[in-house]
């Protein structure tokens, strides 16, 4: 099968698409045919061994895969060869082929395309995961979603609007507001051009928002964080920018503020059925047409590094898949 192989960790452009046996079929395990395969800015910082995680080279990247099942490991039930699955894992998902444990898959919605398949999981994962048990949003609540065009922004915009949320989304260029916009954003701020906590507290009335989501980081943390109000939930998601901020801790007990941090991966590992709910939930809102990912570009599993280039570049407006 083709894959793409990271022999050790070096920049995404060495990296390499081959030819390489098909993996083993263990017992308990899912051997899944892939059609798409989400590409998220971890997948680059892993190759490049800047992740927390450093698995064992060489390896097979790619945390989540939407397909069809083509073969049963022994003593797998409850999954049926020729089903349309999504598969979360945190490797291997860059081939023509995964395997995975049962309990990784989700039975795919017909309505499905297995473009959006791919690109659903991690990031509403993460968002609904991050809105839901983490900040508690209620209805009526104001939240800032930072970097609101990009894959789990647009997918926080969306999500917070069917939860009944007030957002305010904030990117760097006209194009991508336009697209917050159309997510269902009330409210827009170019933080390229704008004074970001100024902005806010005009919107809010000089209240602050309730919720901050941040996957960027950098020079917009402190900002962000001080255009929140009284009980605010700061998300930390990631750092899309590069650098990691270092906040004045009295900002904190300012307002009586709350910075939270967000690991999806690790908690619906230790809470499946929580998750499993989550992801219910999430589908549900897919089938009402209230959330529905946005594809920004489509490549080749041989045209990965133009993939790659378009996450770190921040070109991606949505999510970027790759196909077999």
């Not at 549900?284 to 990965?304: C, M, V």
């Amino acid at each position: 099968m083709r894959a793409l192989v990271c022999e050790e960790f070096a920049p995404y452009e060495e990296l390499s698409v081959h030819d390489v046996p098909d993996p083993e079929l263990a017992e308990g395990m899912v051997m899944v045919d892939v059609k798409a395969a989400g590409v998220n800015f971890p997948d680059v910082l892993l190759v490049e061994g800047k992740y927390q995680m450093k698995p064992p080279t060489p390896f097979v990247p790619g945390m989540e895969a939407s397909g069809v099942v083509s073969a049963l490991g022994e003593g797998v039930q409850g999954v049926e060869i020729g089903q349309r699955v999504i598969v979360a894992t945190m490797l291997g998902a860059f081939a023509e082929k995964v395997p995975a444990a049962a309990n990784q898959l989700v039975p795919m919605p017909d309505s499905m395309s297995f473009e959006e398949g791919a690109a659903f999981t991690t990031i509403y994962g993460t968002s609904y995961h991050a809105l839901k048990q983490r900040a508690d949003l209620k209805k009526g609540e104001t939240i800032l979603v930072l970097g609101a065009a990009g894959g789990v922004g647009l997918a926080t915009v969306q999500i917070a609007k069917a939860m009944g949320a007030t957002v305010i989304a904030a990117a760097s260029s006209a194009e991508k507001l336009q697209i917050a916009s159309d997510a269902g954003a009330d409210h827009l701020i170019n933080y390229a051009e704008d004074d970001l906590k100024k902005a806010v507290k005009e919107l809010t009335g000089g209240k602050g928002v309730d919720v901050v989501y941040d996957p960027v980081g950098g020079d917009l943390a402190e900002p962000a964080l001080r255009a929140t109000g009284w009980g605010a939930r700061y998300l930390v998601i990631g750092f899309a920018a590069g650098d990691i901020p270092k906040i004045p801790l009295n900002l904190v007990l300012l307002n009586s503020r709350d910075i939270r941090g967000v690991f999806w991966g690790s908690w619906a590992g230790q809470f499946p059925r929580e998750n499993a709910q989550n992801i219910k939930e999430l589908f549900d809102l897919y089938e009402a047409g209230k959330i529905k990912p946005r594809i920004s570009a489509s490549y080749d599993l041989e045209e990965f590094k133009q993939a790659f280039a378009d996450i770190m570049e921040r070109r991606v407006k949505g999510k970027v898949v790759l196909t077999t």
